[in-house]
Every structure is written in C-alpha cells, then in structure tokens.
C-alpha cells in the first residue's frame, strides 16, 4: 500500500518568514495530494490540494509543488502569522475515474510553530 | 454550511465496556471515512464506505471493531470490548467524487 513520509516534524519560524513541508510517496499510481491544517483540538481542515496533471498551484499565501519523477510535494507557506501555527498533514491518495473513492494516506504530520 | 457531525464528543469508559460512536455526513456525500487520531500513530485509516458499501476496512482490528452504515444519514463505529489502548480521537469524514473529505469534530475516547 501507499506510504507516505513527511518532514520536518517540528518547524519553528518568525512571523513573516516562509514555512516548507515535504513530502514523499511511494505508490506511483497516486494522483491526488491534499494538504491539512489542524488546529489544536481542531478537525483537520483542508487548506489546498493539486492532482497530478498539474505542477504547482497557488492560494494567497499558500502553495503547493509536485514531482511526480521523484514522487515529492511540498507545501510553502509565504509571509508567515502567527494563526498559522498549527500541525499540517500531507496525504496522498488514488483518483480512478467513475470509480473514485478519496482513500487518503496522511503523513505523520509537522508541528508548525511562528513566533510573534 | 453543511458538516458532518460526531456523538458524543466525548467519551470516558472503563475496559471491557461497549462503545458506539456515531456519524452523520454531510447530506449527499457518497463515501463516508472513519479515522483514528493518536499521537504515536498519527491519522490511520479504519474503515470506509461507499454508497453505503463497506468498501475497506483492513487498518480495523476485526475481533473488537464494527463500522456500519445503517442508512445514508447514520455511520457507527463500535468496540466490544474496549481496551484502554483504544484511547485516541476518532474522527467520521464524507466526500463526493473522490476528493477531500470534510472531516467532523471527533469523538474523543478516553477507556480506563
């Protein structure tokens, strides 16, 4: 089955910063990478994601990047706040047209820490 | 806003004692997940249906552990017998079409 690896565990920055989170995959039949923010005591909520047909999405702040050669993604986080700080997990799952299920397969998840 | 929703939030049991969890998703989703939350294990999936289906359920211990989906608006997630490494936040999410599941806001099960 899918596995999939994430680092840092823990990220400390300054407000204003950029925060990266990698990610790696081992199935190369995943095409689908979710990215989650969970706050403490929170749900996991997703923030953004990108299918495998595409490079590189953006949303404000955020964006995501994929390699599908070396079957990476990670998530860059410009002009960090304090709100931000959370626990964000990476997931990577299989889309099969007409027959899609959305079975994810989280990373271990990073602690993301900025400072005032 | 349409959510999906957990009972209880919480839940403190002694071993041995059963306990139902209880999931409604959001109306129209097709594919119901449940998840396990614990510190060591991170997110791990339990079970999922789909279309009401039990689709997967291989990360579920089976001689304690049952997901059913009575009805398109009910998932439940039971123990008999729970054992304190039980303990964790278990989390329902439902999705459509394959992407992203919208996650509820978990039970948080605490067995002594």
């Known amino acids: 089955g899918e596995n999939v690896e994430q680092h840092p565990s823990t990220l400390s920055v300054q407000e204003g910063d950029s925060a990266v989170i990698k990610c790696t995959y081992s199935d190369s039949a995943s095409n689908y990478f979710p990215w989650y923010k969970q706050e403490l005591g929170k749900r996991p909520q997703l923030i953004i994601d990108?299918?495998?047909?595409?490079g590189e999405k953006k949303d404000q702040r955020i964006a995501v990047t994929l390699n599908k050669t070396a079957k990476h993604f990670s998530l860059h986080i410009t002009e960090t706040q304090p709100e931000d700080s959370a626990v964000y997990f990476c997931?990577?799952?299989?889309?099969?047209?007409?027959?899609?299920?959305?079975?994810?397969?989280f990373g271990q998840g990073t602690i993301l820490t900025v400072h005032p | 806003d349409a959510r999906v929703t957990q009972t209880p939030r919480h839940k403190v049991t002694e071993m041995g004692q059963e306990v139902t969890m209880r999931c409604q998703p959001i109306?129209?989703?097709?594919?119901v997940f449940w998840y396990r939350q614990t510190m060591m294990q991170g997110l791990e999936l339990l079970a999922y249906?789909?279309?009401?289906?039990?689709?997967?359920d291989s990360g579920m211990p089976k001689d304690r552990f049952s997901a059913e989906m009575p009805d398109a608006t009910l998932a439940t997630l039971k123990i008999q017998p729970s054992e304190p490494r039980d303990s964790a936040v278990y989390f329902c999410a439902s999705g459509e079409g394959g992407l992203s599941p919208f996650f509820g806001p978990g039970t948080r099960l605490t067995v002594l």
């Open positions: 990108i299918r495998s047909n595409v």
């Open positions: 997931a990577a799952s299989i889309l099969l047209r007409g027959t899609s299920y959305g079975k994810l397969t």
């Open positions: 249906f789909r279309n009401r289906a039990p689709l997967d």
């Open positions: 109306l129209g989703h097709n594919t």
